[in-house]
């Protein structure tokens, strides 16, 4: 009888370790999201406020970094016809409010079947890597583009072959020789409808395309189809083994089905398993923004607290 009751003292006191240990990594790992996870926001929801009243307003809704995208309702910077004092002016905005540019948008469609729309948006593209020092982040964020002729956020049956594959890696490789030579990034985001749809083209890509100024943006939105929703938890952990480390910016955005397929609303509206995300992110170990998108000016306040209220659930 004394030796059953050591034994089950041993096996309480060792899952009582456990649990220690375990409450203890889940503390260190909500310590490193709240010290590396640093708050953005899109410029774009606040597009209707001249440029000056956007930056308050941005620092006063406890935001700390900005993806930039040029168009306040005073003041617009057009890459295409770059006006380089209106650039100083909206870089000088956010600077007075102490708000860091984490990224800048670039985004276009590198496979658009039209070769006028793409050489266009290449262009765009080219001006804002060549003159990222002057525009404030090196990393220049873009979508990675559908055969789709009449939206870039529609899927094409082009978009799943070989031969689909491999004119968005030589698109996707010529820009990334031009972020080379001028210390830019170019930050990918992947999305099921557009040609790297997936964790694992995306792997495929940064395997091929192996350079230091090819990067992530994090938006595990992004690749849910409607009937991967119910293995959310498996297929975050996937997307982060096969392409977390690659990761300069993220996305706070969410996920619900719709029946075209998936829908991809503020946060807080939808089904992503945000303590997950937080933990995976985290676990990266690094400094990180987080920036909010998919939302209005009118909603900022609650999808902010929502994020926020995730912290306290790794």
């Not at 498996?234 to 690659?246: A, C, K, S």
Request: hydrophobic fraction near 40%; glycine fraction near 6%.
């Amino acid at each position: 009888m004394s030796n059953r009751r050591e034994w089950l003292s041993r096996i309480s006191a060792a899952a009582v370790g456990a649990l220690a240990a375990g409450g203890a990594a889940q503390d260190d790992l909500r310590a490193k999201a709240r010290k590396n996870l640093k708050l953005a926001i899109f410029t774009g929801v606040y597009a209707k406020f001249p440029l000056e009243e956007a930056a308050r307003r941005i620092r006063n809704d406890g935001f700390v970094g900005v993806v930039c995208e040029y168009r306040f309702a005073d003041v617009r910077f057009d890459p295409t016809k770059p006006d380089w004092a209106a650039a100083d002016r909206i870089r000088k905005a956010l600077d007075s409010q102490e708000l860091e540019i984490c990224g800048l948008y670039g985004y276009y469609n590198v496979v658009h079947p039209d070769p006028a729309q793409r050489a266009a948006g290449e262009a765009r593209m080219k001006v804002l890597l060549e003159n990222w020092k002057r525009l404030g982040s090196p990393i220049v964020a873009t979508e990675t583009g559908t055969f789709n002729p009449k939206s870039q956020w529609l899927e094409s049956p082009e978009n799943e072959t070989e031969e689909g594959y491999q004119k968005c890696r030589a698109a996707i490789e010529h820009l990334v020789g031009i972020a080379e030579k001028c210390g830019a990034i170019v930050a990918i985001e992947a999305y099921w409808r557009n040609v790297i749809g997936s964790a694992e083209r995306a792997e495929r890509l940064f395997r091929e395309v192996n350079s230091p100024a090819l990067k992530l943006v994090m938006d595990p939105c992004n690749y849910f189809r409607k009937e991967d929703l119910p293995r959310m938890g498996p297929m975050l952990e996937d997307i982060f083994r096969r392409v977390g480390r690659h990761t300069v910016l993220a996305h706070a955005k969410d996920v619900k089905e719709s029946p075209t397929g998936t829908d991809l609303p503020a946060a807080g509206k939808g089904v992503l398993d945000y303590p997950l995300y937080l933990r995976l992110l985290a676990q990266l170990d690094r400094p990180l923004y987080l920036a909010l998108e998919h939302l209005t000016a009118d909603d900022v306040a609650r999808a902010r607290d929502f994020v926020l209220s995730q912290f306290e659930k790794i």
